[in-house]
């Protein structure tokens, strides 16, 4: 039988006020990250379906304060999870660099696909970045949500829900999308 020490890795599911989320670790940090689903079940399944993810519960003190910081993140507060250790072990060097250059944007902060590629020294490598984004296996530590195509607009997003997750994540750091709500009409008396 392993003693608590020996446990480095495992996983968790969590559930938030905005849905059940599953977070996977290594002994090296974060490896998955589940955006809200419906059911704890559908987060499991969503999270074994990944290679690396073991069954242990037991929780380093590091993922007992992620969860505490999830959980702040889905009530609507400002978290930073730019010190959360991840372990991106086989991701490539471009990757790599897109995701660490999306790891400087703030709570509310947005950037274009483009404009995070040529902050990552890959200019012009727009479409790239948004298919390296769309693999990045720690949404929110590692915030792609952050990241809208030309004009501002939201594009696609890969988690569940899709672009619509996009956008109430944005909401919920206070980031509004979309044309302003028409003016009050004047009552004309």
């Known amino acids: ?10 996983h968790a599911v969590l559930e938030t006020v905005i849905g059940f989320m599953g977070i996977a670790w290594s002994e090296n940090g974060l490896i998955r990250l589940c955006l809200p689903e419906h059911s704890r079940e ?17 929780q380093p003190q590091w993922v ?16 930073d999870f730019s010190s ?11 990757r790599l660099a897109i995701y660490d250059a999306a790891r400087k944007l703030g709570f509310g902060e947005t950037t274009t696909y483009g404009e995070l590629a040529k902050r990552a020294g890959h200019a012009g490598l727009a479409r790239e970045t948004g298919a390296a984004l769309g693999a ?7 915030p792609c949500h952050r990241i809208l195509a030309a004009g501002g607009k939201i594009d696609g ?7 619509a997750t996009k956008e ?6 206070g980031v509004r999308l979309g044309r302003p709500p028409a003016a009050q009409a004047s009552f004309g008396f």
């Open 168 to 173: 109430k994540m944005l909401a919920t750091e």
């Open 84 to 94: 959360v250790p991840v372990d991106l072990a086989g991701v490539d060097d471009f």
């Open 1 to 10: 039988m392993e003693n608590a020490s020996s446990i480095t890795a495992g």
């Open 136 to 142: 990045n296996p720690v949404p929110l530590v590692i």
């Open 42 to 58: 559908a987060v499991e399944r969503r999270l074994f379906r990944h290679a690396g993810v073991s069954a242990s519960t037991r």
């Open 64 to 79: 007992v304060e992620l969860i505490a910081s999830i959980k702040s993140y889905a009530a609507g507060e400002d978290v």
């Open 157 to 163: 997003f890969s988690a569940p829900g899709g672009s």
